[in-house]
C-alpha cells in the first residue's frame, strides 16, 4: 500500500511544494478565473435574491393578487373580485415609491393597507419603544393611529435610525408635485414586512394613501388567500369578469417576471467573465508542460523500473485536480472581495435601468460553493488532458540522458491550421442562426446561444491558426529582427519558433484576453456614438421640466395636465409636449391581434396568459412633428406622425417590433381599462431608453381608453429669441417650492443619459483588466517553460562570450514579439468579435440596430497593453536565465 502512496508524494506532491513560485502563478491564475466567474454569479445571485425577498416580504401570505401595472384600476373590481368562491380572504393595497426630502436620492416604498384586514396577509412587529405611546400593544391596537390621523406612518427601525428619524419625528416625502409632512406613529422591528427593500418601507391607512399619491378610487392592487387546490379555478373565474387590463397571477410569477428583465443583462456579463476561465486554461496548460520537462529524469526512471503509462497519466492528472481545488479555494476567497464591488456596480445600474433594488449582502448557497470548487478542478483537468498523454509517452532512454530537453522542428501545425479553418467556418454559419425556441410569446426570453457560440468558436479557431501564423511571421520579420536588434533579435524570432507549442499557448492565452477587450471596446464605442447621435437627434426640447422624484428611479413623479396651459403661456415658450409613460403587460398575439398558443403550463397555472412588461408612453404627436425629431427605420416622419395623431394608429420602438414581430401596418393589441384596443402601427422608430419595448400613443387616444389625467414631464420647446436661463428661472420661480418642481436643461440631460450609459459598462474594464493579468502569468510561465528547454543552449551561448545583459535581451525580445503577434491577432479576431456582439448578440438580446464605429484609439491603447504586458511578463524569465550557471547547464557534455 506504500508504494503508490510513495509515487503520489514523489511525483506530484513533492514538485509541488518545492516550485513555490511556479505554483504560486498557476494557483493565482486558477484562482482569479474562478473568481470573476464567480463573483458575476453571485452579484447576479444576490440582486435577484434581494428582489425575492422583498417580493415575499411585501406580499406576505397572499396566494393570487389582482394587479393592472403602474396605472392601477378602479376599486369597484373590489366587490366583483370579493364575490368570487374559493376566496379566502382578500385586502385591497395601494402601494407608491416616494423620496424622502432632505435625502440624496432615498426613496420609500409606501403600502397604503387595510389596517383592520391586512394582519392575516403581512407580518408587522412593534415593540415597547417604537410605538408612540410608549406601551406594548396588540398589532392592531398598535396601528389603530393609522385609521385615525391621515398623516400617520410606520417606518421600519433599520430606515429609521439610519436617516435619524424616531417616534414622533416628522417625514417629509416628495410625491408628485408636493412635498407632504407625515407624523411616524411607530417603528416595526425586521420582521416580515420590514425586511423588504432592505428596511425602505413604510405603511399607512389605505384611504390616506390614496389622497396623498393621487390615487382617490383607485388600487394597485388586491391580495388575495386561496387554497392551493382551488387556484386553477380562481384564476379562470376572475379573468372571465374582469376587464382584460388586470392581471390575476401568483406574486412569485413577478419574481419570474424580473429574473426574465435582468437576463440579457446577467448573461452577458457571465460570458465576459467566462474569458478568464478560459486564459486560466492555457495557463495550466503550460505549467503541467512545464511540469512535464522538469520531471522528464524521474518520469523516464519510474517507466525503467516498471511504472505504467496509466499509472503516470494518474499521477499529472492527480497534480492537475490538486492545482484546481488549490486555485478554488482562493477563488473563493477572491470571489466574495470581488463580488463585493461587481455587486455595488451592478445593482446601481439595474437600479437605474430596471428595477430599484437594495442589496446589502452577498447571497451564498451550499451550490455556489460546489461549483466554485468542481469548476476550478474541471478546468485543471481539461487543460491537463495534452499534458498528461505528453507525459506518459516520454521515453525512458531518451529521458535518463543528462542535458536539456531535445528541441523538436515544429511541424503539423498547418494541419492544425486546418482545424481553425473549420471552426471559423462553424462559427460563421452559428452567427447565422436564430435563437432557439423563437416564437411569439418566448421571443422577449430568447437567448442568443449561437451568438455566444460563434463568439466561443472564433476564438478557439483564431487559437488553431496561430502556430501556423507565428512562424509566417517570424519568416516576414526575421531579417528585419536581424538588422534591427542584431544576434539578439534573430535568436528570438528562432527561439518563438524552435518552442513552438509552449510560445503559440501563451500567444493565445494574451490574444484570448486582448480580444475580449478589442471587441467589448468596438462595441461599447460603437453603442456609445450611435447613443450619442441619437440624443442629438431626437432629445431636442430645451427644457424639461418634472417633479423631483421623477430623477428617483421607480419614485412616483406625475403632475395634473392643467401645468400644460400654465408653461404655455409664459414668455419665451413656443410649445410644451406632456410626456405620461406607464409600465404594463403586454400579451404576446399575431399579427392580426388574436393570442398565440401560449406554451404548456404547469396544472396550478392553468388558463395563464403568456405576458411581458413593456412601457406605453404617450404625449402630443402634432408638437413631436413640428418640434421634435423621432428616427423612424422607414418611411417619412411626417407622414408618420399625421397618420398616427390623425388615425388613431401606434407607434413602436424597434426593440418592441425586433421582440415581438410586429412591423408598421401590422394590427397591435393592447388590453386598456375599457377593453380590448385594436390599433394599427403607424411607424417603427429607433429608441434606445428601454430594452423591452415600447409603444407612443398620442395622448387624445391615450386619456379616451386609459381615462389618466396626469403627466410624467413636460419638454418645453422655446422661441428662437428667447433667453433659456431666464426662462428656465422663472419656471424654477414659479413652479420650484410650491410644486416641487426642477427644470434641467437639454444639456444636462443628454450628459445625464451618457453618464448613465458608461456607469452600465463600468464593469466589462474589471472584467477585461483580470483577463490580462492571468495572460501576464501565462507569458511568464511559458518563457519559464522555454528556458528550461533551453537550458544547453543558454549555457552554450554564456560559454562563448555571451554576455547577461545579451542573454536578458533574447527573451525580453522574444517576450515583446509573443506580445506583438497576439496585438495582431486579437485586432482581427477582436473586429469580428465585436460584428458578433453588435449584429447578433446585441440584435438578440436586446433589439437594438448600433450602428459601427471603430474607435483610432484602440491602436495605441492595445499595443501598450501589449508590450507593458509582454516586457513585465519577460522580465523574471530574464532575470532568471541571467543566473543560470554554465557548469550546470553544460554538465552532461
Known amino acids: 500500500m506504500k508504494g503508490p502512496f510513495l509515487l503520489l508524494n514523489h511525483l506530484v506532491v513533492r514538485p509541488v511544494l518545492r516550485e513555490k513560485i511556479k505554483m504560486l502563478l498557476t494557483v493565482t491564475g486558477v484562482a482569479l478565473g474562478v473568481a470573476v466567474f464567480l463573483s458575476i454569479r453571485l452579484a447576479n445571485l444576490s440582486i435577484l435574491d434581494s428582489f425575492k425577498t422583498s417580493l415575499e416580504s411585501v406580499s406576505g401570505r397572499a396566494t393570487l393578487e389582482v394587479s393592472a401595472g403602474e396605472a392601477g384600476f378602479d376599486e369597484l373590481v373590489l366587490p366583483i373580485v370579493r364575490e368570487e368562491e374559493g376566496i379566502q380572504r382578500l385586502t385591497p393595497v395601494v402601494q407608491a415609491t416616494a423620496l424622502v426630502a432632505g435625502t440624496k436620492g432615498e426613496a420609500l416604498l409606501v403600502l397604503g393597507v387595510d389596517v383592520l384586514g391586512d394582519a392575516p396577509f403581512r407580518d408587522y412587529k412593534t415593540s415597547d419603544d417604537a410605538v408612540e405611546t410608549g406601551s406594548s400593544r396588540p398589532y392592531v391596537d398598535s396601528l389603530m393611529d393609522l385609521l385615525w390621523d391621515p398623516q400617520a406612518v410606520v417606518l421600519t427601525r433599520k430606515f429609521a435610525e439610519a436617516h435619524g428619524f424616531t417616534v414622533g419625528s416628522t417625514l417629509k416625502l416628495a410625491v408628485d408635485e408636493k412635498v407632504l409632512e407625515f407624523k411616524v406613529k411607530a417603528l416595526l422591528e425586521q420582521e416580515g414586512l420590514a425586511k423588504a427593500q432592505s428596511g425602505h418601507v413604510a405603511i399607512m391607512d389605505i384611504a390616506a394613501a390614496q389622497v396623498a399619491f393621487n390615487k382617490v378610487g383607485k388600487l394597485d392592487r388586491i391580495d388575495l388567500i386561496v387554497e392551493d387546490s382551488k387556484i386553477p379555478e380562481v384564476i379562470e373565474g376572475l379573468r372571465a369578469k374582469l376587464p382584460p387590463h388586470l392581471t390575476v397571477e401568483r406574486p412569485q410569477t413577478r419574481n419570474l417576471q424580473v429574473q426574465k428583465m435582468l437576463n440579457s443583462f446577467q448573461q452577458n456579463l457571465t460570458a465576459l467573465s467566462t474569458i478568464a476561465l478560459l486564459v486560466g486554461m492555457f495557463l495550466i496548460y503550460n505549467t503541467l508542460s512545464i511540469s512535464v520537462v522538469r520531471r522528464r529524469k524521474e518520469i523516464g526512471t519510474l517507466r525503467a523500473v516498471g511504472v505504467t503509462r496509466?499509472?503516470?497519466?494518474?499521477?499529472?492528472?492527480?497534480?492537475?485536480?490538486?492545482?484546481?481545488?488549490?486555485?478554488?479555494?482562493?477563488?473563493?476567497?477572491?470571489?466574495?472581495?470581488?463580488?463585493?464591488?461587481?455587486?455595488?456596480?451592478?445593482?446601481?445600474?439595474?437600479?437605474?435601468?430596471?428595477?430599484?433594488?437594495?442589496?446589502?449582502?452577498?447571497?451564498?448557497?451550499?451550490?455556489?460553493?460546489?461549483?466554485?470548487?468542481?469548476?476550478?478542478?474541471?478546468?485543471?483537468?481539461?487543460?491537463?488532458l495534452v499534458p498528461v498523454i505528453e507525459a506518459s509517452q516520454v521515453p525512458p532512454k531518451e529521458a535518463l540522458q543528462e542535458g536539456a530537453y531535445p528541441l523538436k522542428k515544429p511541424s503539423g501545425y498547418w494541419k492544425i491550421s486546418l482545424i481553425g479553418g473549420f471552426l471559423l467556418g462553424l462559427a460563421y454559419l452559428a452567427a447565422l442562426q436564430k435563437p432557439p425556441l423563437e416564437d411569439l410569446t418566448r421571443a422577449p426570453d430568447a437567448t442568443p446561444v449561437y451568438g455566444y457560440m460563434s463568439a466561443l468558436?472564433?476564438?478557439?479557431?483564431?487559437?488553431?491558426?496561430?502556430?501556423?501564423?507565428?512562424?509566417?511571421?517570424?519568416?516576414?520579420?526575421?531579417?528585419?529582427?536581424?538588422?534591427?536588434?542584431?544576434?539578439?533579435?534573430?535568436?528570438?524570432?528562432?527561439?518563438?519558433?524552435?518552442?513552438?507549442?509552449?510560445?503559440?499557448?501563451?500567444?493565445?492565452?494574451?490574444?484570448?484576453?486582448?480580444?475580449?477587450?478589442?471587441?467589448?471596446?468596438?462595441?461599447?464605442?460603437?453603442?456609445r456614438k450611435t447613443v450619442e447621435i441619437w440624443i442629438h437627434e431626437t432629445v431636442t426640447g430645451d427644457l424639461i421640466v418634472a417633479p423631483i422624484s421623477r430623477f428617483t428611479h421607480g419614485a412616483e413623479a406625475k403632475v395634473p395636465e392643467e401645468f400644460v396651459e400654465e408653461l404655455k403661456a409664459m414668455d419665451g415658450v413656443a410649445a410644451v409636449d406632456p410626456v405620461r409613460t406607464l409600465k404594463m403587460r403586454y400579451t404576446a398575439r399575431d399579427l392580426k391581434g388574436s393570442p398565440t398558443a401560449p406554451p404548456p403550463q404547469p396544472p396550478a397555472d392553468k388558463g395563464r396568459r403568456t405576458m411581458a412588461e413593456i412601457v406605453l408612453a404617450s404625449g402630443d404627436l402634432r408638437v413631436v412633428k413640428e418640434y421634435g425629431n423621432l428616427l423612424f427605420l422607414e418611411g417619412d416622419k411626417n407622414k408618420i406622425l399625421d397618420q398616427a395623431r390623425e388615425k388613431g394608429q401606434a407607434l413602436i420602438s424597434e426593440s418592441f417590433s425586433v421582440k415581438y414581430g410586429v412591423n408598421a401596418g401590422d394590427l397591435l393589441t393592447l388590453d386598456s381599462p375599457l377593453g380590448e384596443l385594436q390599433i394599427p402601427v403607424a411607424g417603427v422608430f429607433y429608441s434606445y431608453s428601454t430594452e423591452h419595448g415600447l409603444i407612443v400613443l398620442d395622448r387624445r387616444l391615450f386619456k379616451k381608453y386609459w381615462g389618466d389625467p396626469f403627466v410624467n414631464s413636460f419638454t418645453v420647446y422655446l422661441k428662437p429669441e428667447a433667453d433659456l436661463e431666464k426662462v428656465r428661472g422663472e419656471i424654477l420661480n414659479r413652479f420650484g417650492e410650491t410644486h416641487n418642481m426642477t427644470v434641467i436643461t437639454n444639456r444636462t440631460l443628454k450628459e445625464n443619459i451618457l453618464e448613465i450609459f458608461d456607469q452600465t459598462f463600468a464593469i466589462t474594464s474589471a472584467l477585461e483588466l483580470i483577463a490580462i493579468l492571468v495572460a501576464i502569468l501565462g507569458i511568464t510561465n511559458a518563457l519559464l517553460a522555454s528556458m528550461l528547454e533551453r537550458k544547453r543552449e543558454i549555457g552554450v551561448l554564456r560559454a562563448v562570450g555571451a554576455t547577461g545583459s545579451q542573454v536578458m535581451r533574447v527573451i525580453l525580445y522574444e517576450a515583446g514579439l509573443m506580445g506583438i503577434i497576439s496585438h495582431l491577432l486579437s485586432l482581427i479576431t477582436g473586429l469580428f468579435l465585436s460584428f458578433i456582439l453588435i449584429y447578433v448578440i446585441n440584435k438578440q438580446s436586446f433589439g437594438w440596430t448600433i450602428q459601427f464605429f471603430f474607435p483610432l484609439f484602440l491602436i495605441p491603447k492595445s499595443l501598450l497593453i501589449v508590450l507593458v504586458t509582454s516586457m513585465l511578463a519577460g522580465y523574471f524569465p530574464a532575470r532568471r536565465a541571467v543566473k543560470l550557471q554554465v557548469v550546470d547547464a553544460l554538465q552532461y557534455e
Not at 442589496?359 to 461549483?371: K, S
Not at 496561430?466 to 528562432?494: D, S
Open 310 to 384: 496509466g499509472q503516470i497519466r494518474l499521477f499529472f492528472v492527480l497534480e492537475a485536480i490538486f492545482i484546481g481545488f488549490l486555485g478554488s479555494l482562493l477563488g473563493l476567497l477572491l470571489a466574495l472581495l470581488l463580488a463585493r464591488g461587481a455587486l455595488e456596480t451592478m445593482a446601481t445600474t439595474v437600479s437605474s435601468l430596471y428595477i430599484p433594488v437594495h442589496v446589502e449582502r452577498i447571497t451564498w448557497t451550499p451550490e455556489i460553493l460546489v461549483e466554485g470548487l468542481l469548476l476550478g478542478i474541471l478546468v485543471s483537468v481539461l487543460s491537463a
Open 457 to 527: 468558436l472564433l476564438v478557439l479557431g483564431v487559437a488553431f491558426l496561430t502556430p501556423a501564423f507565428t512562424v509566417l511571421f517570424n519568416r516576414l520579420v526575421n531579417p528585419l529582427l536581424t538588422w534591427l536588434l542584431k544576434a539578439e533579435g534573430k535568436l528570438a524570432g528562432n527561439y518563438l519558433v524552435q518552442t513552438l507549442g509552449r510560445t503559440t499557448l501563451a500567444i493565445t492565452a494574451l490574444m484570448t484576453a486582448l480580444t475580449m477587450v478589442v471587441g467589448v471596446t468596438i462595441m461599447v464605442s460603437s453603442f
